[in-house]
């Protein structure tokens, strides 16, 4: 989901006053934060598996707090003590077949059929099943409209709709469906069998489409945007069985993988464009439109410019189809392999622009004039993200990726991403364009449960941006606004743990929270714990793992520990569990011996709860400087605690010191962070560029999903 927020009046004054000059986005601002003195929250020392959260976590976080068997289950079977799948995982599967049917007048409503083929791959006969009816969200009276304000980002916007079911079956057999707000249960008269057993299940669907669809799908004159249309599976999974949370609409989504079929009748105007393939060229385009998407796949899309970008739809036919309506309707096909959902778009005013790179067709949508001139940059920045995160994550398994520009500020789908308008400044889509894109690895490829964990998702995500929005602006540095924006959630008093769901979060701080909090920690234990090339390593091996999974919170961190090697207990403690910051200080220094031969003795402190490996910076009574690092390990000395001592041979007399002469350490309290005569800090910079480990490079890759 796109990082671009409209806070409520309330917090925005909070946030505001809290830091003037910066606003919620991922732009940040370039003034350094000014230093915070935070009251100390203790913690205990018992292992956060399988005990309560502890200090500074907020109230609703411990009344709504995840149980741990969700978060760190295994390691058993299914789920290895190294984070990998165990030798007995399993999954279930839900392919699709579906037609719609699109009716443009009175605001639009979609109508179809949907038909899913459903394995029940695990080792428990189901005797009910459970889809997700996400339109429901628009019923009155819905849970979701009683927890987000009508006016706001995630609210109803006063719309009234929701779902009409018919003709519900399983295995042709007719089944009284229980609505549950978003959630459907389906009594069975015959069980799933475990372990491949199967059941097919058929429903009429129609729904009216929202102006404001949550700011996930919606409709801007003749420009529909369609999203959560269909009625879709839950997951049951290994860890919780039936995943029946509601969509309240701020958190988002967990769904099974199959193949989709499906098909768009439209008006015969409209253009649409989808997930998955488009299957009927010859039936909904012409011959020059066909020549010119042949054209586009084998074209080569250069970085940074329009070279190798073909106009399929060209803005004279687009304004030409905007001008004379056409009778009767046109039937779209397309198909989608290994996917956890579809989305489509459709309008008559569409250009359509497409390029490649290594087999991947990068295809921009945009209804001309309402997109600015930055659409005509639309294929080339899709082809950037997808070069991009191909070669330093995992290769894109897809062979497309679709933008387009709407009334949704940004969402995202497989293979399909809705973004703002823009303006003609190519820069005004790229970071939504980017961003939206990025979510193709997560949660797309790797298929974790955004309903409950933000953090898997969307900080994920924001910080594999950093890599890419300093590839793309060479010399800036993503660090300062992703930084800056907790700062300004916590001085609202809006901090979360990482750990809470994001329909508990503050709807104005969700940016911050679920995106750039978890975007910074994940940068510092990169860059500050573990080490650039180590972490990489580590972050290619869950993606790979996880690919067309469902990991947990704990597949995550039992997997960047069996790569590193390293225990890092204390970190998920400090920074998933608490709302905790560090705050690390220097006391003081001594140095004794002889000349040639002296020791230099650093007190220091933590003033919160947070341990975190020492970096420190020593500048000499010879004018040379020294820069030393201590594990963790030192604040558990039996005799440590909040404050320890250390120390390390130098050749002559410490005159200053400096914690973190790198900046991008989110030490709180910079005041207390010097002594003496303190030497500089490095200047700030790229936190990402130069650091990232080798291109993968290759093919893409056409892994299959578990079946």
């Not at 038909?115 to 889809?131: K, M």
């Not at 008269?189 to 009216?208: K, N, Y």
């Not at 250009?351 to 490649?356: E, V």
């Not at 940016?511 to 978890?518: D, E, H, S, V, W």
Request: charged share 20%; with cysteine; hydrophobic share 40%.
């Amino acid at each position: 989901m796109s990082s671009r927020l409209r806070p409520s009046r309330a917090v925005r004054r909070a946030l505001v006053h809290a830091s003037a000059p910066c606003a919620l986005v991922l732009a940040g601002c370039a003034a350094r934060p000014q230093a915070q003195v935070l009251t100390p929250v203790r913690l205990d020392a018992t292992s956060i598996v399988g005990s309560a959260p502890s200090g500074g976590t907020s109230d609703v976080f411990q009344t709504f707090a995840p149980l741990d068997r969700a978060e760190w289950a295994g390691p058993n079977q299914y789920r290895g003590a190294n984070g990998a799948p165990g030798p007995a995982y399993w999954q279930q599967r839900a392919d699709y077949s579906i037609t719609a049917t699109l009716d443009t007048a009175n605001g639009g409503t979609v109508s179809g059929q949907v038909r899913i083929a459903y394995t029940n791959n695990s080792p428990d006969t189901l005797r009910f099943v459970w889809l997700q009816l996400d339109q429901n969200l628009y019923r009155a009276g819905s849970r979701g409209s009683a927890l987000f304000a009508s006016d706001s980002r995630w609210g109803v916007r006063g719309f009234q709709g929701g779902y009409d079911l018919s003709d519900v079956t399983v295995d042709g057999r007719a089944v009284t469906p229980r609505v549950d707000d978003t959630m459907l249960r389906l009594d069975l008269a015959q069980p799933v069998a475990p372990r491949g057993g199967r059941a097919t299940i058929s429903l009429r669907f129609r729904f009216a489409v929202p102006e404001h669809g949550s700011d996930r799908m919606g409709r801007d004159g003749t420009l529909f945007e369609i999203a959560q249309w269909y009625p879709r599976m839950a997951v049951y999974d290994d860890v919780r069985g039936w995943n029946t949370d509601p969509y309240l609409g701020q958190g988002e989504f967990y769904l099974e993988y199959g193949d989709i079929d499906y098909a768009v009748t439209a008006p015969a105007g409209y253009v649409v464009a989808g997930s998955g393939t488009l299957q009927n060229a010859e039936q909904v385009l012409t011959s020059a439109q066909r020549e010119r998407l042949a054209r586009a796949r084998a074209s080569v899309a250069t970085p940074g410019t329009n070279d190798g970008v073909v106009a399929v739809v060209t803005r004279a036919e687009a304004e030409a189809a905007a001008r004379a309506p056409v009778s009767g309707t046109r039937t779209w096909r397309f198909r989608a392999e290994n996917v956890r959902d579809v989305a489509w778009a459709a309008a008559p005013d569409f250009r359509w622009d497409a390029t490649s790179w290594n087999g991947i067709l990068c295809q921009a949508f945009y209804p001309w004039p309402r997109a600015g001139r930055a659409w005509e940059s639309g294929a080339e920045q899709t082809c950037w993200s997808m070069r991009t995160y191909s070669g330093l994550f995992f290769p894109y398994p897809y062979p497309q990726a679709t933008s387009v520009a709407g009334p949704v500020g940004g969402m995202e789908y497989p293979m399909f991403v809705m973004v703002h308008y823009g303006s003609g400044d190519p820069a005004s889509i790229f970071e939504t364009i980017d961003h939206e894109q990025g979510h193709e690895w997560f949660p797309m490829l790797v298929g974790s449960n955004e309903r409950r964990y933000a953090w898997q998702d969307e900080g994920f995500n924001t910080y594999i941006n950093a890599f890419s929005n300093e590839r793309r602006y060479p010399g800036t540095s993503a660090y300062e606004g992703y930084r800056q924006d907790w700062a300004n959630a916590r001085a609202a008093n809006v901090d979360a743990p990482l750990m809470t769901r994001p329909d508990h979060m503050e709807s104005a701080a969700l940016g911050a929270l679920a995106y750039r909090k978890p975007a910074t920690v994940l940068l510092t234990l990169r860059n500050h714990v573990v080490g650039a090339e180590t972490f990489d390593r580590a972050f290619r091996e869950y993606a790979r793992r996880w690919a067309f999974r469902h990991p947990t919170p704990g597949d995550f961190f039992r997997t960047i520990e069996d790569v590193s090697g390293a225990d890092l207990a204390w970190f998920w403690r400090s920074f998933w569990y608490t709302t905790d910051v560090l705050d690390i200080g220097i006391d003081g220094v001594e140095t004794k011996g002889d000349a040639g031969r002296q020791m230099a003795t650093l007190a220091l402190r933590r003033h919160s709860s947070i341990p975190f490996p020492v970096a420190v910076r020593l500048r000499l009574a010879d004018g040379s400087t020294r820069d030393v690092r201590f594990p963790v390990d030192v604040w558990a000395k039996p005799s440590g605690g909040d404050q320890v001592t250390v120390s390390v041979g130098v050749p002559a007399s410490v005159v200053g010191a400096r914690l973190w002469p790198d900046p991008t350490v989110p030490d709180w309290n910079p005041a207390n962070d010097v002594w003496g005569q303190a030497p500089a800090a490095d200047a700030p910079g790229p936190v990402t560029t130069g650091k990232a480990g080798g291109a993968m490079g290759g093919a893409p890759a056409r892994a299959a999903a578990p079946r």
